[in-house]
């Protein structure tokens, strides 16, 4: 069984998403399924075909999240060295070519969110700066060219 590294904010969203699929998702798609079967023929009744397919989704997210929190893995984000980039440390990077800094947290593909600062450790970028210390140079062949960032900081 493989584990699933992820961070504490990230086990407990995943925590919350299962419990609302679980309490309020799944009895409301129920009622929908009931309430369209009330109205006769299913064969050609859109509103059921529509709560079965969301309760097929609703049950596929529900085992996935199980699968999830089941082999969860919580990375202390406290407790990681500062002298590498590992799996949920924030890192601050410089565009050689711009100069621009950006400040990331490496964490797991379920918690990725660019916008808030947090990326994949399997996303090309993420992969890149796994292992390496504060001053080194990091290339990134992206569909757009070539990058190469300086790894400034581990916060």
Do not use: W
Not at 12 to 29: F, T
Not at 99 to 113: K, M, T, W
Not at 138 to 150: C, D, M, S
């Amino acid at each position: 069984m493989d584990r699933i590294p992820m961070t504490r904010i990230g086990y407990e969203k995943l925590k919350k998403e299962l419990e609302n699929l679980k309490s309020i998702e799944r009895p409301a798609v129920i009622r929908a399924i009931e309430e369209a079967r009330s109205h006769g023929d299913l064969s050609e009744n859109a509103e059921y075909d529509a709560a079965k397919e969301r309760q097929a989704f609703i049950e596929g997210r529900l085992s996935e999240l199980g699968y999830k929190l089941g082999n969860a893995e919580i990375i202390d984000v406290d407790n990681q060295p500062k002298d590498r980039a590992v799996f949920a440390c924030t890192v601050v990077l410089e565009n050689v070519d711009t100069g621009a800094e950006v400040e990331y947290q490496l964490v797991g593909p379920e918690e990725s969110d660019i916008e808030k600062g947090r990326i994949s450790v399997t996303s090309p970028l993420g992969k890149a700066i796994i292992g390496k210390k504060p001053g080194e140079e990091i290339v990134l062949n992206a569909p757009a060219g070539k990058r190469v960032y300086e790894l400034v900081e581990i916060l």
